[in-house]
T-cell receptor, first 109, second 116 residues
Framework: TQLLEQSPQFLSIQEGENLTVYCNSS?????LQWYRQEPGEGPVLLVT?????EVKKLKRLTFQFGDARKDSSLHITAAQPGDTGLYLC?????????FGKGTLLTVNP | GAVVSQHPSWVICKSGTSVKIECRSL??????MFWYRQFPKQSLMLMAT?????????EQGVEKDKFLINHASLTLSTLTVTSAHPEDSSFYIC????????????FGNGTRLTVT
């Protein structure tokens, strides 16, 4: 079974601060996805990374896939209250995704 | 963009009754649909994978006779929780994917089930 460990589990910061959350595994993934989920809703895909060492930017969010394709990070610059949510990483080596437990981010105004 | 609709968004039922949850792909044909369960502040746990026209594949530890899945068309999959008990109370989410296999997943907004 492929496991994804996310850290930190909880993060509470002030508006304007920067933060990084991590997604680590002992397994190699062909691709890794990041989702954000708000309470009472389904996850929304933010990005998919495929190539080892790949860096993708989505406005204030920067995603990086490790060279060995076993880990990934999400960095948010100048966090805003609207960034609040559960951030999930998910890896897939076949047609099935394995989800991490998520990082619950709260950005206080 | 691809939209997946789940219905109902919340349901309360009495212990011992059955509840059906629908997952529809509104603007694409979903070859494969996935059903997840999510407990508060926890991640999504895959329950089963359903392919149109064939039997669902259940994950280890998920009772197929309790969680009945039907994927009768390319736009609709249903999950029926039979003889529900309070411990079945959870947030149930579906996702759908079109061909090919590496197509992105599109998630529904989930169904909050409360069994009293």
């Amino acid at each position: 079974t492929q496991l994804l460990e996310q850290s930190p589990q909880f993060l509470s910061i002030q508006e304007g601060e920067n933060l990084t959350v991590y997604c680590n595994s002992s397994s190699v993934f062909s691709s890794l996805q990041w989702y954000r989920q708000e309470p009472g809703e389904g996850p929304v895909l933010l990005v998919t990374v495929v190539t080892g060492g790949e860096v993708k930017k989505l406005k204030r969010l920067t995603f990086q896939f490790g060279d060995a394709r076993k880990d990934s990070s999400l960095h948010i610059t100048a966090a805003q209250p609207g960034d609040t949510g559960l951030y999930l990483c998910a890896g897939g080596s076949n047609y099935k995704l394995t989800f991490g437990k998520g990082t619950l981010l709260t950005v206080n105004p | 963009g691809a939209v997946v609709s789940q219905h109902p968004s919340w349901v309360i039922c009495k212990s011992g009754t059955s509840v059906k949850i629908e997952c529809r792909s509104l603007d694409f044909q979903a070859t494969t649909m996935f059903w997840y369960r999510q407990f508060p502040k926890q991640s999504l746990m895959l329950m089963a994978t359903s392919n149109e026209g064939s039997k669902a594949t259940y994950e280890q530890g998920v009772e197929k006779d309790k969680f009945l899945i039907n994927h009768a068309s390319l736009t609709l999959s249903t999950l029926t929780v039979t003889s529900a008990h309070p411990e079945d109370s959870s947030f149930y989410i579906c996702s759908a994917r079109m061909d090919p296999i590496n197509s992105p997943l599109h998630f529904g907004n989930g169904t909050r089930l409360t069994v009293t």
